[in-house]
C-alpha cells in the first residue's frame, strides 16, 4: 500500500499531498516539513530510498523518492511495495504530466493542482496502483476532460444554467 | 429569473477562480496568512450562493487550501452538495473535496451513502470512476456495509475501466466490513482471469494484500498464480506476485521447488524483478538440501547493474541480504568485508541497512573486530543521528540474546566507558542501564566494573560539561550507584567519595543527585568498616564523617524534593554517628548493617508468575457490588474489576478482614454469591469453565446462557499446568546453557559450587550465580502466559480478513433477546429490526418487504422481562458480526404523550443513539430523562443466541449487546 504521495519544491513548499490514511491538517503540514527536511539533505547521488521520518515513517514504511529539476516526488510506501515498482511509478507520473501538460513545469503543478490530483487518480486508488501503462491512463485523462468540455459549452448557454 | 441569471453570471465573473487564488497568495507573500483569511471570507460568501457553479468552484479553493494546512472541515456538507451536482465537472470536483478531506469521523458521511450508490449506478463511466476513487479514500465501516453489494455487481461491469476500479476498491470494503470478503472472494477470484490486463493486475493487488495478512488462507491460488507468473509480460504484476509467493513458500515446501526454475529466469531477462526475486529464492532454497540457487542469487546482488545506478543496487542488494540473513546467515556473514565497507557509505540509508545486517552477523569470534570497527565509525562519523544510531547498534549488537557473543566483559565495560565520551548523545541511559546489567549480572566483573566507575566519577565534570540537558551524564547514575553498591571492590573507597561530594554535583540532574547521596552513604559505611579495624585510624574516621556533614547541605538544600529528603536523612544519620565516634563507640557493623544484603536482577515478568495463594480467589468480590450501580459492562468485568475495587475507599479496609476469614467462611461466602450470581441473568460467569442455566424468567430454562468470550484473553494470570511444564523446560534449557558454559570456562569454574538451588517458588526468579562468570538469567521463555499475546494489536483490521470455517447454506441462528423493563414506565408496541448484512439475515414474515420491521409480540410494564425470538439466516460463522439494529417503542410517561422512537444500535462504543423521525441528527437532549433510563437499561440488556445446525449444536460465544 502506497501511505502518501507528496510532491514539493526545492524550498519544500507542498504542490501535491495526498494522504491515504487520515491525519489532520497540522500533521500533514509536519510530515511534509519533515520528510522534505529528511529528503533534501540527500546528496543527488545517493539511492532514493529513505527509512524513518517520525510520523508516517514507523519501521514498516520507507519513503521513496525522486527529483526532477525544482520538484521532489516523494512516495511513502509500506513494505508490501517494491522499491523498484514505485520508482518506475514516479517516473510513469511524471511522464504522463509531461503528456498531459505538455513540457511540464512547476508553474503547471501550481496552478492546476486539481488536473494534478486527476490524473493520478488514474494512477493510484486508495493507496493502491490502479494503472502503471501510460498511454490507457491518457486515454482516460483525455476522456473525462473532453467530458468537462462538453459540460462547460453546455453550461454556457444560459438556459441550461440553473 | 432571467435577470437573476445575468446576475449570477455577471457575478461569476468576479469570483476568483483556483488560479486567482493561487496567484494572489503568490502576490501576498508577506502577509500570507492575512490574504488566505479573506479568501476564505470570500469562500463563505460563495458557498451560501445557490448556484452550484459557484459552489464548485469554492470548494475547489477549499481543496487547494487544504493542501495548505488549512482545516476546511467545515465546508464538508458543501463539499456533498457539490458531490451530488448532476455534472460531471462539479462532481469530480466535490468527490475531489471528499477525499481529500473527509474521514471516518466526518458526520456527512452518512448523508453520502445513497448519493454514492446513484453514482455508481450511473449509465456515465466516469460518473461510478469518480465515486469509486473517492469513495476508495474515505470509505467508513457504515458506507463498507450498505455499498458492498452494489461495488460488487459493479465488479462484473462491462467496462474494464469500471471493474479494475470495482475490483481495487474492495480491497478497502474488507478491511472496514471484513463480512464482505466470504461472499465476495469467488468473484475476485474469477478477476485474476480477466481478459483486461488492468482488471487482472487489481485482482492481483489485492489478494497480494490480503494474502499478506493470512498466506495460508490463499495457498489454494498458487497453481493460478503460477500460470500467471509465467505468462503476464506486465512488470507491476509480476513483482506482486513474486512478492506473493515469497509469503507462501515458508507455508508449503513443495511450491519452492516448482519455481526455482521460473524466477531464475526472470532473473536473467528482467533486471527491475532482479532483487526481489532473489530474496524469494533464498527463502525458497531454505527448505532444500542445495543451497546451489541461494548462492547463485549472492552471485547476482553485489554484481552492478549497467542500466540502474549502482547506489539503488547497492541498497537493495543490501535490503535482500538481510531477507536472507534470516535463513541463511552463513552465506551472509561470507560478505562480511562487503559490509563492512558500506559502512563508509556516504549514503546514509546504506549506512544504516548495513548496520542492521551486522547485527545479524556476528558471532564470539567477529564481535570484537566489528565492535572495534564501529567504534572507528563513532568517532569519525557526523551528524548525531547517525551516531547515536551507531551508538545503539553497538549495544545491540553486543547485549543480543543475553550476551551470548560476549566472551571478555572486561572489554565490554571498557567499550561502554568509551562511548561515554561521545558528546550530545542522546543515549546515555541506554549505556547507564547497560553498565548497572552488566555489573549487577555478571559477578566476576564488578571489581573491574567498579573500577572505571570510579574513575567516570572522578572524571564526572568532563561527562557533564557545560550543558546540564547533555544526556550522557545519565551514566553517572550508574556509576554512582554500581561504586556504592559493590563498594567493597573499591580501592580507595575514600577518593570516591570525595569525588561523589563535590559540590558541582549538586548541578546534576535531581535523579541523580538522589542516587549519588544514597551511595555516598553506602560508600560511608564501607569506609568506616575499613578503618575501625585499626584503632590508630579512628580521627580518620571522625574526619570521613566531618566530610559528609559539611558537604551534605549542599544537598538538603536541593529543590528535588528525593534529593532533599534523602541528604536530609542521611546528614542526621552522620551526625548521631560522629556523636557516637566520639565516644569511641564501634558504629561500622551497624551502619553497613543499613545497606546490608544484595540485590538480584528479577525478570521482568517475574511478577506475573508469582502463583496465587489458595483460598485466594481473585475473581470474588470483596464485596458485593451495590446492586444499583451495576450499569459497569459486564463483558469487561474481568478486566476492569480490579481496578474499580480497588478504587474504592472502603474496599482497602476489608482486604486485610477478608484475608482472616477461615476457609469454611469463605467457601460458604462462595457458595452465597454464586447462587447470587446463578440467579441475575445480567451477571456472566468470569470462569470459562462452567455454564449456567438461565432460571428467572418463566419457560427461558432451556436457554442456554453462554459466558462472554472476548478475542482478548480475560483470564487472571494465574498458574496454569502449562505454565509448570514451561518452568521445567527453562530449567532444563537453563541448565544445558549452564553446562555448556561451564566447558567453556573450565579455568574459571570455582569446583564444589556448580550445582544450582532448586528454583522453588517463582518469586525467585533471579537465580543464584553458580559460576565465578556467569550471566545472571531472567529470561523467561516467550508465550508464557496467554497475557504474552498483548504484544499483538487487536485493533489490526487486517487480523479479521480471514476467510476460513465452513458454512452450509440456510443456516440458521436463533436469537433470544430478553427486553426488561427498569424504567418506570410502561413500555408497550415495541418493533424490532434489524439490517441485513452481506451474510446475515432477519428472517421476516412472508409477504414482508426487506426493510419491514418485526412487531415485538407483547408489552412491558415496569419491572417486567419476557424473551423475544429472532430468526436470521446466516452464511458464515467465521466471526462475531456486528449488526446494526433498530428498536423502535413508545414508553408511556406522564409528561409526554406522543410516542417516542428510539433507536439503539449495537455499535460497541454507542450506548444508545436517538434517531428523529425523518433525519439523522445529533443526539437531541431534550428527553434526556427518558435517555438516561434507557442508557442505564441498555447496558443491562444481554443478547444471547445460539446457532443450530440439524443435529449438531454449536454454541456461539459472542454476546450481541444492544
Redesign the interface.
Same mark, same amino acid.
Not at chain 2, 854 to 881: C, D, K, W, Y
Given at each position: 500500500?502506497i501511505k502518501a504521495i507528496l510532491i514539493f519544491n526545492n524550498h519544500g513548499k507542498?504542490r501535491?499531498?495526498?494522504f491515504?490514511e487520515?491525519y489532520?491538517?497540522?500533521t #500533514?503540514?509536519q510530515i511534509i516539513r519533515e520528510t522534505f527536511h529528511l529528503v533534501s539533505k540527500?546528496?543527488e547521488?545517493?539511492?532514493? /530510498?529513505? #527509512?524513518?521520518g517520525m510520523l508516517i515513517g514507523g519501521s514498516e514504511n520507507r519513503l521513496i523518492y525522486r527529483h526532477y529539476a525544482t520538484l521532489y516526488f516523494v512516495f511513502c510506501v509500506d513494505s508490501?511495495e517494491?522499491?523498484?515498482?514505485i520508482?518506475?511509478l514516479i517516473q510513469v507520473f511524471v511522464e504522463t504530466l509531461d503528456k498531459c501538460f505538455e513540457n511540464v513545469c512547476e508553474l503547471d503543478l501550481? /496552478?492546476?493542482?486539481?488536473k494534478v490530483? +486527476?490524473i493520478l487518480?488514474e494512477m493510484v486508488?486508495?493507496?493502491?496502483?490502479?494503472?502503471? +501503462?501510460m498511454n $490507457?491512463i491518457i486515454i482516460?485523462v483525455d476522456?473525462?476532460n473532453k467530458? $468537462?468540455k462538453s459540460?462547460?459549452f453546455i /453550461?454556457q448557454s444560459?438556459r441550461q444554467?440553473? | 429569473m432571467?435577470l437573476k441569471?445575468?446576475k449570477?453570471?455577471i457575478d461569476r465573473m468576479f469570483d476568483k477562480n483556483?488560479?486567482d487564488l493561487?496567484?494572489g497568495i503568490?502576490n501576498h507573500k508577506e502577509d500570507e496568512a492575512k490574504y488566505i483569511s479573506t479568501c476564505i471570507d470570500e469562500i463563505k460568501q460563495e458557498l451560501k450562493q445557490? !448556484?452550484?457553479?459557484v459552489k464548485s468552484n469554492a470548494v475547489?479553493k477549499l481543496? &487547494?487550501l487544504?493542501?495548505?494546512? @488549512?482545516?476546511v472541515s467545515w465546508a464538508a456538507f458543501n463539499i456533498v452538495e457539490v458531490m451530488s451536482s448532476s455534472?460531471?465537472?462539479y462532481k469530480?470536483?466535490g468527490y475531489?473535496a471528499a477525499s481529500?478531506c473527509f474521514? %471516518?469521523s466526518t458526520d456527512v458521511i452518512m448523508l453520502t451513502t445513497n448519493q454514492i450508490r446513484k453514482d455508481l449506478s450511473s449509465p456515465?463511466q &466516469?460518473d461510478t470512476?469518480?465515486a469509486?476513487?473517492g469513495l476508495? =479514500?474515505f470509505?467508513t465501516p457504515d458506507l463498507a456495509r450498505d455499498l458492498a453489494n452494489d461495488i460488487m455487481t459493479l465488479m462484473s461491469h462491462t467496462k474494464p &475501466?469500471i471493474r479494475?476500479?470495482a475490483v481495487?476498491?474492495m &480491497?478497502?470494503v474488507f478491511l472496514k466490513y471484513p463480512e464482505s470478503l466470504r461472499p465476495a472472494f469467488p468473484r475476485m477470484k474469477e478477476k485474476l482471469e480477466d481478459p483486461d490486463p488492468?482488471v487482472q493486475?487489481?485482482a492481483v493487488?489485492?489478494i =497480494? %494484500?490480503l494474502a499478506?495478512r493470512n498466506p495460508k488462507n490463499y495457498l489454494s491460488l498458487a497453481p493460478l498464480f503460477f500460470k500467471l507468473m509465467t505468462s503476464s509480460t !506486465?512488470?507491476?504484476v509480476l513483482?506482486?506476485i513474486i512478492?506473493l509467493f515469497g509469503a507462501l513458500t515458508p507455508l508449503e515446501p513443495r511450491l519452492g521447488k516448482k519455481l526455482i526454475e521460473p524466477l531464475t529466469n526472470l532473473i536473467h531477462s528482467r533486471i527491475?524483478l532482479c532483487?526481489?526475486s532473489v530474496a524469494v529464492l533464498i527463502s525458497l532454497s531454505s527448505g532444500m538440501p542445495n543451497h546451489s540457487a541461494s548462492i547463485q542469487g549472492l552471485c547476482i546482488v553485489p554484481r552492478p547493474l549497467s542500466v540502474?545506478?549502482l547506489?539503488?543496487v547497492? @541498497?537493495?542488494g543490501l535490503?535482500a541480504m538481510s531477507k536472507i540473513l534470516k535463513t541463511h546467515p552463513k552465506s551472509v556473514q561470507s560478505h562480511k568485508d562487503l559490509i563492512l565497507q558500506c559502512l563508509d557509505d556516504?549514503? %546514509?540509508?546504506?549506512r544504516?541497512r548495513a548496520l542492521d545486517l551486522l547485527y545479524g552477523m556476528v558471532s564470539k569470534k567477529n564481535l570484537m573486530e566489528i565492535v572495534k570497527k564501529l567504534m572507528l565509525h563513532v568517532d569519525k562519523a557526523e551528524g548525531t543521528t547517525y551516531r547515536d544510531e551507531l551508538l545503539t547498534k553497538i549495544i545491540d549488537i553486543c547485549s543480543q540474546s543475553n550476551y551470548q557473543y560476549i566472551t571478555n566483559f572486561e572489554w565490554y565495560i571498557s567499550i561502554l566507558v568509551e562511548l561515554t565520551r561521545l558528546e550530545g548523545t542522546r543515549h546515555g541511559h541506554l549505556i547507564a542501564s547497560q553498565m548497572l546489567d552488566v555489573a549487577i549480572r555478571v559477578k566476576a566483573i564488578r571489581a573491574f566494573a567498579v573500577a572505571q566507575m570510579a574513575t567516570l566519577l572522578d572524571n564526572a565534570h568532563l561527562l557533564t560539561g557545560n550543558t546540564q540537558h547533555n544526556g550522557i551524564c545519565e551514566v553517572l547514575y550508574a556509576a554512582a550507584w554500581i561504586c556504592g553498591e559493590f563498594s567493597e571492590h573499591l580501592e580507595d573507597p575514600m577518593a570516591t567519595l570525595e569525588a561523589m561530594l563535590r559540590p558541582k554535583v549538586a548541578t546534576l540532574p535531581g535523579h541523580i543527585q538522589a542516587v549519588y547521596v544514597q551511595n555516598a552513604a553506602k560508600l560511608f559505611s564501607t569506609v568506616l568498616r575499613g578503618q575501625e579495624g585499626a584503632p590508630a585510624d579512628s580521627k580518620v574516621a571522625q574526619e570521613t564523617s566531618q566530610l559528609l556533614i559539611d558537604r551534605l547541605p549542599v544537598f538538603v538544600q536541593s529543590a528535588n524534593l528525593e534529593v532533599q529528603e534523602r541528604a536530609s536523612c542521611i546528614l542526621q544519620l552522620v551526625k548521631y554517628i560522629q556523636k557516637l565516634q566520639q565516644k569511641d563507640v564501634e558504629v561500622a557493623e551497624e551502619v553497613t548493617a543499613l545497606f546490608a544484603g544484595e540485590l538480584n536482577p528479577v525478570a521482568p515478568k517475574a511478577q506475573k508468575k508469582v502463583p496465587v495463594p489458595e483460598g485466594l480467589d481473585l475473581d470474588a468480590w470483596i464485596n458485593e457490588p451495590p446492586s444499583g450501580s451495576e450499569s459497569e459492562d459486564e463483558g469487561r468485568k474481568t478486566k476492569t474489576k480490579g481496578k474499580a475495587v480497588f478504587a474504592k475507599e472502603e474496599s482497602r479496609h476489608t482486604k486485610p478482614r477478608y484475608t482472616e476469614v477461615d476457609e469454611k467462611e469463605l467457601a460458604k461466602r462462595r457458595e452465597v454469591r454464586k447462587a447470587e450470581q446463578a440467579n441475575n441473568p445480567f451477571y456472566i460467569k468470569a470462569s470459562p469453565s462452567s455454564q449456567k442455566v438461565y432460571q428467572e424468567a418463566v419457560g427461558v430454562e432451556h436457554i442456554p446462557v453462554v459466558q462472554i468470550d472476548l478475542s482478548v484473553p480475560l483470564k487472571v494470570p494465574g498458574m496454569p499446568m502449562s505454565d509448570q511444564y514451561v518452568k521445567q523446560e527453562e530449567e532444563r534449557r537453563e541448565k544445558n546453557k549452564a553446562d555448556r558454559k561451564k566447558k567453556d570456562k573450565k579455568k574459571r569454574r570455582e569446583k564444589g559450587r556448580q550445582r544450582r538451588g532448586d528454583s522453588g517458588p517463582e518469586s525467585e526468579e533471579d537465580i543464584t550465580p553458580a559460576h565465578m562468570v556467569d550471566i545472571v538469567t531472567e529470561e523467561m521463555p516467550e508465550n508464557a502466559l496467554p497475557s504474552d499475546d498483548d504484544d499483538k494489536d487487536p485493533n489490526d483490521p487486517h487480523k479479521v480478513c480471514d476467510i476460513q470455517g465452513n458454512l452450509h447454506d440456510g443456516s440458521q441462528v436463533v436469537v433470544s433477546v430478553i427486553f426488561e423493563n427498569k424504567c418506570d414506565s410502561f413500555i408497550k408496541s415495541m418493533e424490532f429490526n434489524v439490517m441485513d448484512s452481506l451474510n446475515s439475515k432477519l428472517q421476516r414474515p412472508e409477504g414482508a418487504g426487506p426493510h419491514d420491521s418485526l412487531t415485538v409480540p407483547f408489552q412491558l410494564p415496569p419491572g417486567i422481562s419476557n424473551e423475544a425470538r429472532f430468526i436470521f439466516s446466516m452464511q458464515s460463522i467465521v466471526m462475531p458480526q456486528k449488526l446494526k439494529g433498530t428498536l423502535t417503542f413508545i414508553v408511556k410517561v406522564s409528561w409526554s404523550c406522543s410516542p417516542q422512537r428510539w433507536l439503539i444500535t449495537t455499535m460497541c462504543h454507542l450506548a444508545s443513539t436517538r434517531r428523529g423521525r425523518t433525519k439523522v441528527g445529533k443526539m437531541n437532549l431534550e428527553s434526556g430523562h427518558v435517555l438516561l433510563i434507557w442508557t442505564r437499561k441498555s447496558k443491562r440488556l444481554r443478547w444471547y443466541y445460539r446457532w443450530r445446525e440439524e443435529r449438531e449444536i454449536q454454541r456461539w460465544k459472542y454476546p450481541w449487546r444492544i
Amino acid at each position: 500500500m502506497i501511505k502518501a504521495i507528496l510532491i514539493f519544491n526545492n524550498h519544500g513548499k507542498p504542490r501535491l499531498s495526498k494522504f491515504y490514511e487520515h491525519y489532520n491538517e497540522d500533521t #500533514e503540514q509536519q510530515i511534509i516539513r519533515e520528510t522534505f527536511h529528511l529528503v533534501s539533505k540527500r546528496d543527488e547521488n545517493v539511492c532514493n /530510498f529513505l #527509512e524513518g521520518g517520525m510520523l508516517i515513517g514507523g519501521s514498516e514504511n520507507r519513503l521513496i523518492y525522486r527529483h526532477y529539476a525544482t520538484l521532489y516526488f516523494v512516495f511513502c510506501v509500506d513494505s508490501s511495495e517494491s522499491e523498484l515498482g514505485i520508482l518506475d511509478l514516479i517516473q510513469v507520473f511524471v511522464e504522463t504530466l509531461d503528456k498531459c501538460f505538455e513540457n511540464v513545469c512547476e508553474l503547471d503543478l501550481i /496552478f492546476h493542482v486539481d488536473k494534478v490530483h +486527476n490524473i493520478l487518480a488514474e494512477m493510484v486508488m486508495g493507496g493502491m496502483v490502479l494503472e502503471t +501503462n501510460m498511454n $490507457e491512463i491518457i486515454i482516460q485523462v483525455d476522456a473525462q476532460n473532453k467530458m $468537462e468540455k462538453s459540460e462547460t459549452f453546455i /453550461f454556457q448557454s444560459p438556459r441550461q444554467d440553473r | 429569473m432571467a435577470l437573476k441569471i445575468v446576475k449570477g453570471s455577471i457575478d461569476r465573473m468576479f469570483d476568483k477562480n483556483l488560479q486567482d487564488l493561487v496567484r494572489g497568495i503568490r502576490n501576498h507573500k508577506e502577509d500570507e496568512a492575512k490574504y488566505i483569511s479573506t479568501c476564505i471570507d470570500e469562500i463563505k460568501q460563495e458557498l451560501k450562493q445557490d !448556484n452550484i457553479a459557484v459552489k464548485s468552484n469554492a470548494v475547489c479553493k477549499l481543496t &487547494y487550501l487544504q493542501m495548505l494546512g @488549512y482545516d476546511v472541515s467545515w465546508a464538508a456538507f458543501n463539499i456533498v452538495e457539490v458531490m451530488s451536482s448532476s455534472k460531471f465537472t462539479y462532481k469530480r470536483i466535490g468527490y475531489l473535496a471528499a477525499s481529500q478531506c473527509f474521514h %471516518e469521523s466526518t458526520d456527512v458521511i452518512m448523508l453520502t451513502t445513497n448519493q454514492i450508490r446513484k453514482d455508481l449506478s450511473s449509465p456515465n463511466q &466516469y460518473d461510478t470512476g469518480v465515486a469509486l476513487t473517492g469513495l476508495s =479514500c474515505f470509505v467508513t465501516p457504515d458506507l463498507a456495509r450498505d455499498l458492498a453489494n452494489d461495488i460488487m455487481t459493479l465488479m462484473s461491469h462491462t467496462k474494464p &475501466y469500471i471493474r479494475k476500479k470495482a475490483v481495487l476498491i474492495m &480491497y478497502k470494503v474488507f478491511l472496514k466490513y471484513p463480512e464482505s470478503l466470504r461472499p465476495a472472494f469467488p468473484r475476485m477470484k474469477e478477476k485474476l482471469e480477466d481478459p483486461d490486463p488492468g482488471v487482472q493486475s487489481a485482482a492481483v493487488n489485492v489478494i =497480494c %494484500e490480503l494474502a499478506r495478512r493470512n498466506p495460508k488462507n490463499y495457498l489454494s491460488l498458487a497453481p493460478l498464480f503460477f500460470k500467471l507468473m509465467t505468462s503476464s509480460t !506486465n512488470n507491476w504484476v509480476l513483482i506482486k506476485i513474486i512478492k506473493l509467493f515469497g509469503a507462501l513458500t515458508p507455508l508449503e515446501p513443495r511450491l519452492g521447488k516448482k519455481l526455482i526454475e521460473p524466477l531464475t529466469n526472470l532473473i536473467h531477462s528482467r533486471i527491475l524483478l532482479c532483487l526481489s526475486s532473489v530474496a524469494v529464492l533464498i527463502s525458497l532454497s531454505s527448505g532444500m538440501p542445495n543451497h546451489s540457487a541461494s548462492i547463485q542469487g549472492l552471485c547476482i546482488v553485489p554484481r552492478p547493474l549497467s542500466v540502474l545506478s549502482l547506489f539503488i543496487v547497492k @541498497y537493495l542488494g543490501l535490503l535482500a541480504m538481510s531477507k536472507i540473513l534470516k535463513t541463511h546467515p552463513k552465506s551472509v556473514q561470507s560478505h562480511k568485508d562487503l559490509i563492512l565497507q558500506c559502512l563508509d557509505d556516504k549514503d %546514509e540509508s546504506i549506512r544504516l541497512r548495513a548496520l542492521d545486517l551486522l547485527y545479524g552477523m556476528v558471532s564470539k569470534k567477529n564481535l570484537m573486530e566489528i565492535v572495534k570497527k564501529l567504534m572507528l565509525h563513532v568517532d569519525k562519523a557526523e551528524g548525531t543521528t547517525y551516531r547515536d544510531e551507531l551508538l545503539t547498534k553497538i549495544i545491540d549488537i553486543c547485549s543480543q540474546s543475553n550476551y551470548q557473543y560476549i566472551t571478555n566483559f572486561e572489554w565490554y565495560i571498557s567499550i561502554l566507558v568509551e562511548l561515554t565520551r561521545l558528546e550530545g548523545t542522546r543515549h546515555g541511559h541506554l549505556i547507564a542501564s547497560q553498565m548497572l546489567d552488566v555489573a549487577i549480572r555478571v559477578k566476576a566483573i564488578r571489581a573491574f566494573a567498579v573500577a572505571q566507575m570510579a574513575t567516570l566519577l572522578d572524571n564526572a565534570h568532563l561527562l557533564t560539561g557545560n550543558t546540564q540537558h547533555n544526556g550522557i551524564c545519565e551514566v553517572l547514575y550508574a556509576a554512582a550507584w554500581i561504586c556504592g553498591e559493590f563498594s567493597e571492590h573499591l580501592e580507595d573507597p575514600m577518593a570516591t567519595l570525595e569525588a561523589m561530594l563535590r559540590p558541582k554535583v549538586a548541578t546534576l540532574p535531581g535523579h541523580i543527585q538522589a542516587v549519588y547521596v544514597q551511595n555516598a552513604a553506602k560508600l560511608f559505611s564501607t569506609v568506616l568498616r575499613g578503618q575501625e579495624g585499626a584503632p590508630a585510624d579512628s580521627k580518620v574516621a571522625q574526619e570521613t564523617s566531618q566530610l559528609l556533614i559539611d558537604r551534605l547541605p549542599v544537598f538538603v538544600q536541593s529543590a528535588n524534593l528525593e534529593v532533599q529528603e534523602r541528604a536530609s536523612c542521611i546528614l542526621q544519620l552522620v551526625k548521631y554517628i560522629q556523636k557516637l565516634q566520639q565516644k569511641d563507640v564501634e558504629v561500622a557493623e551497624e551502619v553497613t548493617a543499613l545497606f546490608a544484603g544484595e540485590l538480584n536482577p528479577v525478570a521482568p515478568k517475574a511478577q506475573k508468575k508469582v502463583p496465587v495463594p489458595e483460598g485466594l480467589d481473585l475473581d470474588a468480590w470483596i464485596n458485593e457490588p451495590p446492586s444499583g450501580s451495576e450499569s459497569e459492562d459486564e463483558g469487561r468485568k474481568t478486566k476492569t474489576k480490579g481496578k474499580a475495587v480497588f478504587a474504592k475507599e472502603e474496599s482497602r479496609h476489608t482486604k486485610p478482614r477478608y484475608t482472616e476469614v477461615d476457609e469454611k467462611e469463605l467457601a460458604k461466602r462462595r457458595e452465597v454469591r454464586k447462587a447470587e450470581q446463578a440467579n441475575n441473568p445480567f451477571y456472566i460467569k468470569a470462569s470459562p469453565s462452567s455454564q449456567k442455566v438461565y432460571q428467572e424468567a418463566v419457560g427461558v430454562e432451556h436457554i442456554p446462557v453462554v459466558q462472554i468470550d472476548l478475542s482478548v484473553p480475560l483470564k487472571v494470570p494465574g498458574m496454569p499446568m502449562s505454565d509448570q511444564y514451561v518452568k521445567q523446560e527453562e530449567e532444563r534449557r537453563e541448565k544445558n546453557k549452564a553446562d555448556r558454559k561451564k566447558k567453556d570456562k573450565k579455568k574459571r569454574r570455582e569446583k564444589g559450587r556448580q550445582r544450582r538451588g532448586d528454583s522453588g517458588p517463582e518469586s525467585e526468579e533471579d537465580i543464584t550465580p553458580a559460576h565465578m562468570v556467569d550471566i545472571v538469567t531472567e529470561e523467561m521463555p516467550e508465550n508464557a502466559l496467554p497475557s504474552d499475546d498483548d504484544d499483538k494489536d487487536p485493533n489490526d483490521p487486517h487480523k479479521v480478513c480471514d476467510i476460513q470455517g465452513n458454512l452450509h447454506d440456510g443456516s440458521q441462528v436463533v436469537v433470544s433477546v430478553i427486553f426488561e423493563n427498569k424504567c418506570d414506565s410502561f413500555i408497550k408496541s415495541m418493533e424490532f429490526n434489524v439490517m441485513d448484512s452481506l451474510n446475515s439475515k432477519l428472517q421476516r414474515p412472508e409477504g414482508a418487504g426487506p426493510h419491514d420491521s418485526l412487531t415485538v409480540p407483547f408489552q412491558l410494564p415496569p419491572g417486567i422481562s419476557n424473551e423475544a425470538r429472532f430468526i436470521f439466516s446466516m452464511q458464515s460463522i467465521v466471526m462475531p458480526q456486528k449488526l446494526k439494529g433498530t428498536l423502535t417503542f413508545i414508553v408511556k410517561v406522564s409528561w409526554s404523550c406522543s410516542p417516542q422512537r428510539w433507536l439503539i444500535t449495537t455499535m460497541c462504543h454507542l450506548a444508545s443513539t436517538r434517531r428523529g423521525r425523518t433525519k439523522v441528527g445529533k443526539m437531541n437532549l431534550e428527553s434526556g430523562h427518558v435517555l438516561l433510563i434507557w442508557t442505564r437499561k441498555s447496558k443491562r440488556l444481554r443478547w444471547y443466541y445460539r446457532w443450530r445446525e440439524e443435529r449438531e449444536i454449536q454454541r456461539w460465544k459472542y454476546p450481541w449487546r444492544i
